[in-house]
């Protein structure tokens, strides 16, 4: 069966650091990848989808960039973090029959405070 | 603009009473919808999708949902809630399969003891 991994589970952050967070998924191959950002007590924020390696595309202009070096892995970053980047970020999968409409999975999900 | 709208931000329902969530989605064309849940940290998991046919759709956890066209609805039931209940939902519409999911802003469901 498919699984989905997000990690870490919990990240703080000083103001200007570094960010990479990670996401693979396991049983199933060439899936569509999306980043989506929860703010808190707010509704989810589509960030990224890839619907393959190094193919990303943004959803909103921001202070993060998303890479998928390999099939089943993708990553979100920001060279420098914001106070306004603090959240909840869900990494979700779903199939590519393109035939059909393929049921968005979700992982674990990461929450960021930024300081 | 394709919208999925959830009036309700947040309900209080008492054990064991019933529950409507309630969702609405904009567009002409029916899209594929879905319902999620979400418990405090953790993410989302799917509770049913509906696609075509029976607009009465079964799903994970005693959940049901009802597919109105003529409404433009998809709202979520259970007959009986239980304390574990208590989570946030959310409701999402696809409108094509190339088309992203557009989610709903959630509705957290408190639980009476």
């Known amino acids: 069966s498919q699984t989905i991994h997000q990690w870490p589970a919990t990240l703080v952050q000083p103001v200007g650091s570094p960010l990479s967070l990670e996401c693979t998924v396991e049983?199933?191959?060439?899936?569509?990848l999306y980043w989506y950002r929860q703010a808190a007590g707010r509704g989810l924020q589509l960030l990224f989808y890839s619907i393959g390696i190094g193919q990303i595309s943004s959803e909103v202009p921001q202070n993060l960039s998303a890479s998928r070096p390999q099939d089943r892995q993708f990553i979100l970053s920001s060279k420098k973090l914001l106070l306004s980047d603090s959240g909840f970020y869900l990494c979700?999968?779903?199939?590519?029959?393109?035939?059909?409409?393929?049921?968005?999975?979700f992982g674990p999900g990461t929450r960021l405070t930024v300081l | 603009a394709q919208s999925v709208t959830q009036p309700d931000i947040h309900i209080t329902v008492s054990e064991g009473a019933s529950l409507e969530l309630r969702c609405n989605y904009s567009y002409g064309a029916t899209p594929y919808l879905f319902w999620y849940v979400q418990s405090p940290g953790q993410g989302l998991q799917l509770l049913l999708k509906?696609?075509?046919?029976?607009?009465l759709v079964q799903g994970i956890k005693g959940f049901e949902a009802e597919f109105k066209r003529s409404q433009s609805s998809f709202n979520l039931r259970k007959p009986s809630v239980h304390w574990s209940d208590a989570a946030e939902y959310f409701c999402a519409a696809q409108y094509s399969s190339a088309s992203k999911i557009i989610f709903g802003s959630g509705t957290r469901l408190s639980i009476r003891p």
């Open positions: 509906y696609f075509s046919g029976d607009t």
């Open positions: 979700a999968w779903s199939g590519s029959s393109g035939g059909s409409t393929d049921t968005q999975y």
């Open positions: 049983g199933t191959s060439n899936p569509n």
